[in-house]
């Protein structure tokens, strides 16, 4: 499973490189509001941190606007994904873009059908937004599942599962049992993923009970 950051905010990305473990990055409007940062300088120092795919989501609302802001986006860098919402307009400009070899990303998927048709419109990636559903009392792994199965069931749908509005460690470990290709994580989530009760009360237990060995391994 390929693990993104779901953040606009560079230093956090550079930190949580460090790990080793992040494949891409997924931005969006909202995240590079609350960045405070120009749109394409964060773009630029994200690239050059980042070598997997960077979601980078267009404003525009009509086809021919999201075709040329995706254009202008993707030349930025190599590993550009368009992000574009889930609108009629927004899989026009999907389809346009999937045939000049562009990378896009449908976000904004509530329902299977809605992944269904972004998958016929040749998007790369699906983000359903799954914390999204679970806030209006729906069940966002079952729908998941429900994507997962329809794709698999047809060969030539080669979108890619993009697991998006990740709040929990349940939402992590379940995308996975699932075979979801990829999760975008907020960063917290991601750092939470490390941590249990239990691992930390039994690494506290054996350095204390090897401290009285008065040994040392070095
Ligand atoms: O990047 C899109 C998605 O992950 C947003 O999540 O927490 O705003 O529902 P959230």
Redesign the pocket.
């Known amino acids: 499973m390929d693990f993104f950051l ?1 953040t606009a905010e560079v230093e956090v990305i550079k930190d949580l490189n460090e790990t080793g473990l992040i494949d891409g990055i ?1 931005t ?1 409007p ?2 590079v509001a609350k960045s405070g940062q120009n749109f394409f300088t964060v773009l630029e120092n994200i690239s050059k941190i980042i070598d997997g795919p960077i979601s980078a989501e267009v404003t525009a609302t009509d086809t021919a606007g999201m075709i040329e802001e995706g254009l202008k986006l993707s030349k930025i860098s190599k590993n550009i994904v368009v992000k574009l919402p889930l609108t009629i307009d927004g899989l026009k400009a999907c389809v346009a873009l999937s045939k000049k070899k562009v990378a896009t990303n449908v ?1 904004l998927c509530f329902s299977a059908s809605q992944a269904l048709i972004a998958a016929k419109s040749g998007a790369t990636y699906i ?1 359903p ?1 799954i ?2 559903l679970d806030d209006i009392g729906e069940n966002g792994l079952d729908f998941i599942q429900d994507i997962k199965s329809i794709y698999d069931n047809y060969k030539s749908l080669n979108t890619k599962i993009l697991v ?4 929990t460690l349940e939402h992590v470990a379940k995308s996975a049992i699932i075979g979801a290709d990829t999760i ?1 994580l907020p960063p917290k989530v991601f750092m939470e993923m490390y941590e249990h009760e239990l691992t930390k009360k039994g690494l506290d237990a054996f350095l204390k009970d090897w401290a009285e060995t008065k040994q040392s391994i070095l």
């Open positions: 779901d997924t969006n909202s995240l976000t983000s937004f914390g999204r998006a509005s990740v709040r975008t």
